[in-house]
């Protein structure tokens, strides 16, 4: 496609649902990263694909979260038994030639 | 102490005014600085970068490294209500960014 693409765009849990947001990134794109922006605040990383090969995860704040990127491709934030601190929304950006092209975001709203 | 500080803000300026955003760093490592715009509930997107110290000019839009002094600005001329937008500094280093938390700007026109 002709962006990053991201859905759903909103997603309201209920405290202790999971949850699995979808990133489509620009085609051809090897690398691919995941943040979380709280509200007022920047982009905060969360982790960092190379093609399927999760090359960092440093930034994912518990065990509770989980990414994936099976065929080099579409990746998956999931988030499992979820908090009302995981409210934000979650971004996720592909970088060509240092610069990063990012989704328009998934809001998550946890009740 | 995070890599990149930058004052939240809000500013409001009325149209045409020039605007001064500011972010400071802590690495004299970092080389690459850049500038994204966030409009409300979209993605950020580049608007303009830099490698090392000095200015760099784009149409409206000025952004200048003080390496010295750690200190990254964007300046913009004739201020558009279109520039109502959050402003993010940031920098690269290997495979991370680091993104400042962003000023919010509006224009009023």
């Known amino acids: 496609g002709a962006g990053v693409s991201q859905s759903p765009r909103y997603k309201v849990a209920k405290r202790g649902q999971d949850v699995a947001l979808r990133c489509d990134p620009i085609s051809g794109h090897v690398s691919l990263f995941w943040y979380q922006q709280a509200l007022g605040q920047g982009p905060e990383f969360l982790t960092y694909f190379q093609n399927e090969a999760q090359l960092d995860k440093s930034g994912l704040p518990s065990d509770r979260f989980f990414a994936e990127r099976p065929e080099g491709s579409v990746s998956t934030l999931k988030i499992q038994r979820t908090q009302q601190e995981d409210s934000a929304v979650y971004l996720c950006?592909?970088?060509?030639?240092?610069?990063?092209?990012f989704g328009e975001g998934s809001r998550l709203t946890v009740l | 102490q995070k890599e990149v500080e930058q004052d939240p803000g809000p500013l409001s300026v009325p149209e045409g005014a020039i605007v001064s955003l500011n972010c400071t760093y802590s690495n004299s490592a970092f080389q690459y600085f850049m500038w994204y715009r966030q409009y409300s509930r979209k993605g950020p997107e580049l608007l303009m970068y830099t490698y090392s110290s000095g200015n760099k000019e784009d149409g409206r839009f000025t952004a200048q490294v003080d390496k010295s002094s750690k200190y990254i600005s964007l300046f913009i001329r004739d201020s558009q209500p279109s520039d109502s937008a959050t402003y993010l500094c940031?920098?690269?280093?290997?495979?991370?960014?680091?993104f400042g938390t962003g000023t919010s700007l509006t224009v009023i026109p």
């Open positions: 940031a920098t690269y280093t290997g495979n991370q960014f680091y």
């Open positions: 950006a592909s970088i060509e030639t240092g610069e990063l092209f």
